[in-house]
């Protein structure tokens, strides 16, 4: 069912992990099977210098999150931006069609996190109408990068990242 690029970018992933020193994050939910992966990104230049990714998914979503990296690495943001699910799922020669939403995320992850990247200090704005600055700056490296998102992020998540008085601000914020 899997090429062997896959399996093997699946067995032997790369840049995988978080990068403690990102720029910025993408944080994409996948509505299908309800995955998760994050995807981040240190831009030097106008170029993607580092990047990394963390994914809870299956072995197409691993393996499309490892190709997506090394597409990725070294682009300019503007080149990063043109990466579509399309060149992902070739680079793996090929997707079972049923996976193909797979290597969506990927794409859209790092879309996300450029996008996130660009319009920083607006998106940390907007997230300051409910709390601190320091408590948006946190979220916002969380991938929670706007009231929007916070509505839908697991409670749990937003705990991790936040202070306690920025939890409470939170959940009177959304009710909860
Ligand atoms: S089945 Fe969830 S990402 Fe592939």
Request: include cysteine.
């Amino acid at each position: 069912m899997y090429s062997k690029k896959l399996m093997e970018h699946f067995l032997n992933p790369r840049n995988k992990g978080k990068l403690e020193d990102a720029d910025a994050v993408g944080r994409v939910g996948n509505p299908v099977c309800g995955d998760v992966m994050h995807i981040y990104i240190k831009v030097k230049d106008g170029r993607i210098e580092k990047i990394g990714w963390e994914t809870l998914g299956c072995a197409a979503a691993i393996a499309t999150s490892s190709m997506l990296s090394e597409l990725a690495k070294g682009k300019t943001l503007e080149e990063a931006m043109k990466i579509s699910k399309k060149d992902i799922a070739d680079a793996l020669e090929g997707l079972p069609p049923i996976k193909m939403h797979c290597s969506n995320l990927a794409a859209e992850g790092l879309h996300k996190a450029i996008e996130n990247y660009l319009h920083k200090g607006e998106k940390i704005k907007e997230l300051m109408k409910v709390m601190s600055k320091e408590d948006a700056e946190a979220l916002f490296k969380a991938g929670i990068t706007s009231l929007e998102e916070l509505k839908k992020a697991p409670m749990e998540e937003i705990a991790n990242a936040v202070s306690k008085e920025g939890l409470e601000k939170i959940r009177k914020f959304l009710k909860k």
